[in-house]
């Protein structure tokens, strides 16, 4: 089946700066990549996604980058803000959903 | 809001017990997925269902199951519970069997004590 890995797990940046988080997955026939967002004790949140045909995409201050030829997909994220302090998980989908094990984002004002 | 219900929000519970937890998608969704979260740990897939029937299997335990009713509300049943199955119960939908956008609800937290 799919493994997908994901690093850092733990990542502190200071207020305006970017921060950057990679996920790595090894089934060649996983096809769609979104990103959740999750706070404290809530539900994931989706807060973007990229299919296996688009090399990347962007939605203000965040983008996603896939390189299919290496199996790995980033999440960047510009002008951090406190707000954004939360841990992010990547996700690859083939048959079912498999994913990363979460980066826990502190935003430090 | 992502128009995804679960009922309970919290349960408690002994172990040895038997809970069963709900899930209604959004309107429109045919397919729902289950995750397991535990403490400080990313999502499990434990099963997805897709109109009524089961489409996809991932670590789920025999003691659990699931099914899918025909109004596409989701039950997950978890039986001879123990303090390992403390968790937040997660499910998911998406509009079809293959369509990619899932959309979380609010989750159910177990303890089992």
């Known amino acids: 089946g799919e493994n997908v890995e994901q690093h850092p797990s733990t990542l502190s940046v200071q207020e305006g700066d970017s921060a950057v988080i990679k996920c790595t997955y090894s089934?060649?026939?996983?096809?769609?990549f979104p990103w959740y967002k999750q706070e404290l004790g809530k539900r994931p949140q989706l807060i973007i996604d990229?299919?296996?045909?688009?090399g990347e995409k962007k939605d203000q201050r965040i983008a996603v980058t896939l390189n299919k030829t290496a199996k790995h997909f980033s999440l960047h994220i510009t002008e951090t803000q406190p707000e954004d302090s939360a841990v992010y998980f990547c996700?690859?989908?083939?048959?079912?959903?498999?994913f990363g094990t979460g980066t826990s984002l502190t935003v430090i004002p | 809001d992502s128009g995804v219900t679960q009922t309970p929000k919290h349960l408690i519970t002994a172990t040895g017990q038997r809970v069963t937890l709900r899930c209604s998608p959004r309107s429109g969704d045919l397919s729902v997925y289950w995750y397991q979260q535990s403490l400080d740990q990313g999502l499990q897939f434990l099963i997805q269902y897709y109109n009524g029937e089961e489409r996809a299997k991932g670590n789920i335990l025999e003691r659990f199951s699931a099914q899918q009713f025909p109004d596409l509300h989701s039950e997950l049943n978890l039986s001879s519970l123990e303090l390992g199955d403390s968790a937040l119960y997660f499910c998911a939908s998406s509009v079809a069997g293959q369509g990619p956008e899932q959309y979380f609800g609010p989750g159910t937290r177990l303890t089992v004590t």
């Open positions: 089934d060649s026939a996983s096809n769609y």
């Open positions: 996700a690859a989908k083939g048959n079912q959903f498999y």
């Open positions: 990229i299919r296996s045909n688009v």
